[in-house]
């Protein structure tokens, strides 16, 4: 997964991070100092964006109460101020501080995709107007850009699983570096296939429904419904599920309840954060 990038820019350093390094990426020239309250706000969102943009720009920061004299060298007016370089030349700069849209904003209209990525997108379209083949030749063309592209084999896994292609989809997941594997979208996609397999013997959803109406504590029943549910968008009663299935026989199926539940939160971290924090204190309350 790409870093953000982000230095603090000395006399010393200068000309190798701010003009050489933009002859391959776009270097944020922040001018900022902690004596105003307006650039250290400034400097925040651009951290943030770093993050968010991390690999795609470089965010220089020059500490202008410190750095009086590159400051100065440089041409900084009043802070916060900002110049955008690419290829050693000045092509946008803004004195005062914006929004986080307007700098997010300002920064993908110089900012492109790399190669591997615009054709992971033109794959994802594909698919969305039913076109499998040609989505995941689109993807295969990708890898071949750029191997290290983990979001390509993501997408690739979630393409099978909706076609229902579950072994393929299987075996290329637990194929792929732990980075990719516990990525968020790693991560929902690996829920999806250990629900997938939860589920691989269960009887259809109307008998299930059936036996639990006769016994609402059929702990086998009870763990193929939370499966069902996980699958199908309803979250939550699939955790209410599978609390219910714990405070029943937390032992069953080697503690099959405890696991299905860890999944599960694993699952809906990215998407779900306040959902995942309510019911992980629902469990610990069980626990203990």
């Given amino acids: 997964m790409q870093e953000a990038m982000i230095v603090d820019i000395t006399l010393n350093n200068v000309q190798e991070m701010v003009m050489q390094n933009s002859k391959r990426l776009p270097v944020l020239l922040n001018f900022w100092s902690p004596l105003n309250e307006q650039s250290k706000l400034a400097n925040t ?9 991390a690999g795609k720009f470089i965010l220089a920061k020059i500490n202008a109460a410190q750095q009086t004299d590159l400051a100065q060298k440089l041409g900084s007016p009043n802070i916060p101020f900002y110049k955008l370089i690419q290829n050693g030349d000045i092509v946008t700069e803004y004195e005062g501080l914006l929004s986080e849209d307007a700098y997010r904003s300002m920064l993908n209209n110089y900012i492109k995709d790399e190669p591997s990525e615009v054709m992971r997108k033109q794959a994802n ?3 969305a107007n039913g076109e499998f083949d040609q989505a995941v030749q689109l993807l295969g063309e990708a890898a071949k850009l750029n191997a290290n592209n ?5 997408d690739l896994v979630q393409m099978y699983l909706h076609t229902g292609h579950l072994d393929n989809a299987k075996n290329l997941f637990y194929k792929l570096p732990e980075e990719a594997q516990k990525d968020p979208k790693g991560k929902e996609l690996d829920g999806i296939l250990y629900f997938s397999d939860a589920i691989a013997n269960s009887p259809d959803i109307q008998t299930l429904q059936d036996t639990l109406a006769k016994n609402p504590n059929d702990c086998t029943a009870l763990h193929f419904l939370a499966g069902f549910l996980m699958l199908n968008g309803q979250a939550e009663n699939a955790l209410q599920t599978l609390l219910k299935l714990f405070s029943i026989d937390r032992g069953f199926e080697e503690c099959l309840p405890q696991k299905s539940l860890i999944k599960a939160f ?5 998407k779900a954060p306040e959902l995942v924090t309510i019911y992980r204190r629902k469990f610990q309350s069980l626990l203990y």
């Fill in 45 to 53: 969102i651009l951290e943030k964006l770093a993050q968010e943009f």
């Fill in 125 to 127: 379209e594909a698919f």
């Fill in 150 to 154: 983990y979001k390509i084999h993501l």
């Fill in 266 to 270: 694993e699952m809906l971290s990215a």
